[in-house]
C-alpha cells in the first residue's frame, strides 16, 4: 500500500465551478499537510500548508485535514484557467528519522475551461 | 537570476554517456535537494545536503552521483544510464533542511528533462 493515495485524474472543470483534490495516508507519523501547484515545464510550489486537523484558508482555497479519517483536502473556489496546473500532496512526519522528508502524492492533473 | 535555476532543461544521452546536471539556488538556504519525477509516480527524494554534507541517500543507484561544492551548488553526476531513468530532476533547497524545522519551506528549480537512449 503506498504511504500517499491521490487520484491523478485528469480532472476538468468549467470555470467557475468548485474544484475538490484530495489524499487519502496511512501513516499516522504525518502531522505536516502540503499542497504544491505546478504548472507546465516548471517545479512545483507551495500552495497551502498546514499543521493537524483543521481548515486553513486564503483566498480562493481552502486546505482541510481529517487526521481521523486521513484524508486531506483542497478546495479551490471560483476556478479560474489559470489554476490548471498538477496539484500535488505532501506530508511530513513530526520526529523520528524521516522528520524533514517530504512524502508525495501522485498529483492531480486539473484543467479549468473558459 | 533569482529562485532556484537548472541547467540544461532538456537532456537526451545514450547509456554508456557520463553527463553532469547543476543547480544553483540564489536564495541563502542551506540545504539542497534531488527529486526524480516520472509519469504516473510520485515524487521521489533522491538526495539531501545541510551545509554541503550529505544528510540522506535515498537508496539511490551508483549510477547517479551527487556533488555539493558549496550551499549555493549542487549537482547529478549521471554514467552508464538506464532507459529506465528517463524522467523529469528536480532540484529543490530550503532554508534550514527541514530536520530542525518542520516549517522549513522547499523552493523548486523547474527541472532537467532527461531522456535516455
Known amino acids: 500500500q503506498k504511504e500517499v493515495e491521490q487520484d491523478p485524474g485528469p480532472l476538468s472543470v468549467p470555470e467557475g465551478a468548485i474544484v475538490s483534490l484530495n489524499c487519502t495516508y496511512s501513516?499516522?507519523?504525518?502531522?505536516?499537510f502540503m499542497w504544491y501547484r505546478q504548472y507546465s515545464r516548471k517545479g512545483p510550489e507551495l500552495l497551502m500548508y498546514?499543521?493537524?486537523?483543521g481548515n486553513k484558508e486564503d483566498g480562493r482555497f481552502t486546505a482541510q485535514v481529517d487526521k481521523s479519517s486521513k484524508y486531506i483536502s483542497l478546495f479551490i473556489r471560483d476556478s479560474q484557467p489559470s489554476d490548471s496546473a498538477t496539484y500535488l500532496c505532501?506530508?511530513?512526519?513530526?520526529?523520528?528519522?524521516?522528520?524533514?522528508?517530504?512524502?508525495f502524492g501522485q498529483g492531480t492533473i486539473l484543467t479549468v475551461h473558459p | 537570476e533569482t529562485g532556484v535555476t537548472q541547467t540544461p532543461r532538456h537532456l537526451v544521452m545514450g547509456m554508456t554517456n557520463k553527463k553532469s546536471l547543476k543547480c544553483e539556488q540564489h536564495?541563502?538556504?542551506?540545504?539542497m535537494y534531488w527529486y526524480k519525477q516520472s509519469a504516473k509516480k510520485p515524487l521521489e527524494l533522491m538526495f539531501v545536503?545541510?551545509?554541503?554534507?550529505?544528510?540522506e541517500n535515498n537508496s539511490v543507484p551508483s549510477r547517479f552521483s551527487p556533488e555539493c561544492p558549496n550551499s549555493s551548488h549542487l549537482f547529478l553526476h549521471l554514467h552508464t544510464l538506464q532507459p529506465e531513468d528517463s524522467a523529469l530532476y528536480l532540484c529543490?533547497?530550503?532554508?534550514?533542511?527541514?530536520?530542525?524545522?518542520?516549517?522549513?519551506?522547499?523552493?523548486f528549480g523547474p527541472g532537467t528533462r532527461l531522456t535516455v537512449l
Open positions: 529543490a533547497s530550503s532554508p534550514r533542511g527541514g530536520l530542525a524545522d518542520p516549517w522549513d519551506e522547499q523552493f
Open positions: 501513516n499516522s507519523a504525518f502531522q505536516y
Open positions: 498546514t499543521y493537524s486537523s
Open positions: 505532501a506530508m511530513r512526519a513530526a520526529g523520528g528519522t524521516s522528520y524533514g522528508k517530504l512524502t
Open positions: 536564495l541563502g538556504h542551506n540545504a
Open positions: 545536503y545541510n551545509f554541503k554534507e550529505q544528510t
